[in-house]
């Protein structure tokens, strides 16, 4: 993870909405998407397009990060499920 951002705190993303951050509080591998609501459910449906099936949902603190991504991270998914259901029964 180190070298992804060579140590330095202002290359912690990596990507769009995608930061190396997460080893400053935790050791191993490890990225974590970032952003609003929105923008993480974009970033996870251009994941699934290219078939990456399983996502790890967690956060600091977890009790309060659970409710979180069940609140505001879910209906984004589910909407985004919903169109295209929709579109694909028309």
Do not use: C, W
């Not at 609501?37 to 290219?50: C, F």
């Amino acid at each position: 993870m180190v070298e992804l951002h060579k140590g330095q705190r202002s290359n912690l993303e990596i990507s769009p909405n995608l930061s190396a951050g997460i080893g400053l509080v935790r050791s191993g591998a490890g990225t974590a998407l970032v952003g609003d609501p929105k923008a993480v459910a974009g970033r996870m449906r251009e994941y699934r397009e290219i078939g990456i099936e399983t996502f790890i949902l967690s956060g600091y603190p977890h009790l309060e990060e659970a409710y979180r991504v069940a609140e505001l991270l879910l209906p984004e998914l589910l909407l985004s499920l919903r169109a295209k259901a929709l579109a694909a029964a028309f």
